[in-house]
């Protein structure tokens, strides 16, 4: 093949053998570019024997001595190659960065360690090699990280080059504000020209903001507003009889309270969760206001249009429809959900008693459920094309809680760029759990075709 010619990625097994001279054995049906005789892993390259497998199988065959010289983990199953002028590049690597490291060597990231072997272990399904790290596992003289690789025996950890990109999972708000957290982003992305995915958490009002302008979208977002004053909640409870007041940057349901007004009684209830479920009765607006918001700053806080939902055994139902970049970089949806409120619960979260449940054990009535899926699929692709948009950075994911209302229109109520994982903890929801996490870490493969297309260039 001639010089110079970019071939599109492809997955293929790998193995490792033992010689001392760095060797690429290359599988059968890929053809090679000519005059190919480097080896790329992550930021590191080799010179090598590239040649053709000797025995004519599929899979890529690597030498120990290469293999130690690119520093890639001999515990490799699956992965893809790119091929560009005289480089071939196999991954690709893919670096998780986040937050809240512990000295337990089989809980590195404590709590949150078993969801990150779940996503790891997606790695033959994804074809790339992801590995955990934060920011005091940089080697930035040596260019090399000290990553945390999840496989059959468990955590282990090794030195790897620097990614060919960066998925973005620190837990919180406060770590992605530190500092440190900030510049090494900055660093990663503008010096080395890394593709950093899934930056920053969404801020509900900006997100409101920037999607309103967009008149393909506006018809989803119920009115939303920073909290100022008495008169905008009572004004908005005339207009819809019901308001939401919720933290701007909340989330799991923690702070949110529902206010109700009752025209024959005069009063006004709010529903909201500490220790459980509560439902309080006032008076008047006032009185609400100061008993339960005193202690709050509302410059923290909005106040959103509550919508009435339909409803399962006489409870709330909203849905949480999970939408990822495919190997194409265009959006599928690859998870729908129902959450059905809990006794008393302001919000459908699990930990407030709530329920979820497929769309088949929503309704049995197939109609109903096309019905339902067809609204849903529709309002989120609709919405993640106009927020990748609108909103700054390389956006892979995004989790959506969305309401039907008893007139059939589907609602916005909030955009995750980090989507929780309760929904799948349904027996039925296993497949979808697979697929969402895959593809989560296959997004990477597009990123580094993107860049050997267009080397140094930063996209969204």
């Not at 609204?375 to 692709?381: D, I, K, P």
């Not at 994911?397 to 008893?406: A, R």
């Not at 979808?432 to 050997?452: H, I, N, P």
Request: hydrophobic share 40%; charged share 20%; with cysteine.
């Amino acid at each position: 093949m001639k010089r110079g010619v970019l071939q599109m990625a492809r997955k293929y097994k790998i193995e490792f053998f033992e010689a001392s001279d760095p060797i690429l054995y290359t599988p059968q049906s890929l053809p090679i570019l000519e005059h190919t005789d480097k080896v790329a892993f992550g930021s590191k390259i080799a010179a090598a024997k590239i040649e053709p497998h000797p025995n004519g199988r599929n899979v890529f065959s690597v030498s120990s001595a290469l293999a130690g010289e690119l520093r890639m983990p001999a515990f490799l199953t699956v992965l893809h190659c790119f091929q560009n002028s005289d480089i071939l590049m196999l991954g690709p690597l893919v670096g998780i960065f986040t937050a809240g490291f512990t000295p337990f060597e089989n809980r590195p990231a404590g709590a949150r360690s078993a969801w990150f072997a779940k996503l790891l272990s997606a790695q033959p399904d994804a074809g790339v090699v992801p590995f955990l790290f934060g920011e005091q596992h940089i080697d930035w003289e040596q260019g090399v990280i000290t990553g945390y690789f999840y496989g059959r025996a468990g955590w282990e950890k090794q030195e790897v080059p620097f990614p060919n990109a960066i998925y973005d999972r620190l837990p919180n708000r406060k770590s992605e504000k530190l500092v440190n957290a900030q510049k090494i982003k900055e660093k990663l992305e503008n010096e080395y020209f890394i593709p950093w995915y899934n930056p920053g958490f969404f801020n509900k009002l900006e997100i409101h903001e920037r999607l309103f302008q967009d008149p393909d979208v506006r018809p989803y977002l119920p009115e939303t507003n920073p909290l100022t004053s008495f008169h905008q909640i009572e004004r908005m409870l005339s207009d819809y009889g019901m308001v939401y007041i919720k933290p701007v940057n909340g989330s799991l349901g923690l702070g949110v309270h529902q206010i109700l007004y009752h025209h024959a009684s005069g009063a006004y209830y709010c529903r909201y969760r500490d220790t459980g479920n509560r439902l309080l009765k006032f008076s008047s607006l006032e009185n609400l206001m100061n008993r339960v918001f005193s202690k709050k700053q509302w410059n923290r806080l909005l106040v959103q249009q509550g919508i009435f939902l339909v409803t399962d055994g006489g409870r709330p139902v909203d849905f949480r429809v999970h939408t990822n970049k495919d190997g194409d970089g265009n959006w599928v949806v690859t998870a729908i959900a129902a959450k059905v409120a809990g006794p008393g619960s302001p919000t459908t979260h699990v930990r407030s008693g709530g329920l979820i449940k497929t769309l088949p054990e929503l309704t049995e009535n197939p109609e109903q459920q096309e019905m339902y899926r067809h609204a849903l699929e529709t309002a989120a692709l609709k919405l993640s094309r106009a927020i990748d948009e609108h909103v700054e950075g390389i956006i892979g994911e995004i989790g959506f809680d969305l309401g039907i209302s008893t007139d059939g229109k589907v609602w916005l109520f909030e955009a995750n760029s980090k989507p929780g994982r309760s929904i799948f903890n349904h027996p039925f929801m296993k497949a979808c759990d697979l697929l969402t996490r895959k593809m989560s870490l296959s997004f990477a493969v597009y990123l580094t075709e993107r860049q050997v297309q267009s080397p140094g260039e930063m996209f969204p």
